[in-house]
């Protein structure tokens, strides 16, 4: 349990716990308090009680879960909050799964009953949700509830999350992780009621919430960077194909040069964004953040210092040829006034392959340093 001044609570959580394992038949249990610096008598309340008192200076909550587990000297960890909130006699619905095929059993809410006023109406119908529809389909988990705070873990299972939050994103973290490294969970269904606190929670709605969808769009890049990628590289294609010879007409509007360097932009941006994928996966990946990826390993393996430099070399030689050309009818026209319809069909391309063909040179360079810095650690 999770402790940060919940005197209040505190002893009838562990009264639960203990009851839960008694009614278990369970081989030397243990129930530990991670406690998080409480001044309100917190410690010498779970001392009492029977638990086992560990020190977390480090606050935040995953601080205190993660030292709590890691003090943990039996196979599997159940956890849930000290605010009288979850029923650790629900510890029967967990006990079926406890076996060496799961590595993590999480609870879901919403299938076991939220009583009247125990989940925030903006947490209930808009952030859980959310969050959990994201995470679904980030991290390839079908779970319903990404926030239940009460779960268990096969403590072996959980050293290879390499677990980093402290905060409240800790929950996020350890489903994305456990999702990402395909490990086997399984979700089942537990009750929240009101917590028997006369205080407010510690739990901040949109700073958390802000942090839990941050770590998501980190630990999955697809929807910060590959999906954007996509949707700027099919606009500026289109846009760009259609646009570089002549303007069109469509209904009242005409799209001419400056949709079409609007175009070139998408464009860019398009493959800048692609490129950062490319990358953001190869560096995640020799972290252990997340697991190789077909086309990164592609590009990766056939794209190198070289490549770059061949590549983004046609590119700007490109670009240089048509620089010329646009300057040869400048010349033709006195160095005066250009149309403008015409001459921008060339500078816009022009500019956009000189642009990319730098971009290829220095994108083959941080390639090139990735793989010496994976050589380096090899060895």
Known sequence: MPCLNEAQ????????????????????????VADN????????????SGARV???PVRGYGAALHAGIMHASSEWVLFADADDSYRFTELSHFLPHMHHHVDLIVGNRFAGGIDAGAMPWLHRYLGTPVLSW???RS???KLGDFNCGMRAVRKAAYEKLHMQCT?????????????????HIVEVPVSLQRDGRNRRPHLKTWQDGWKHLRLMLLLSPKWLLLAPAIIFLLAGSLLGGILLFSYVEVFNLVLDIHTLYYASIFLMVGI???????MARLVGSNMGLYPARRFSQLVFRWFGFESGLVAGGLLLLAGIVLSLVALRQWQEAGFGPLDPSSIFRIIVPAGFSIALGMQCIVFGFLLYTIRQMQTIRNT
């Open 9 to 32: 609570t505190l002893q009838r959580c562990i009264q639960q716990a203990w009851q839960a394992l008694e009614a278990a038949g369970m081989a030397s249990p243990e129930v530990i």
């Open 134 to 136: 994201i995470g679904r």
């Open 37 to 48: 610096g409480s001044t309100d008598g917190s410690i010498d309340i779970a001392q009492a």
């Open 167 to 183: 905060g409240m994103e800790y929950a996020s973290e350890m489903i994305a992780k456990a999702g990402l490294q395909r490990m």
């Open 54 to 56: 560990v020190s977390v």
């Open 272 to 278: 800048q964004l692609l490129q950062f994928y490319v």
């Open 139 to 141: 991290f390839g988990v």
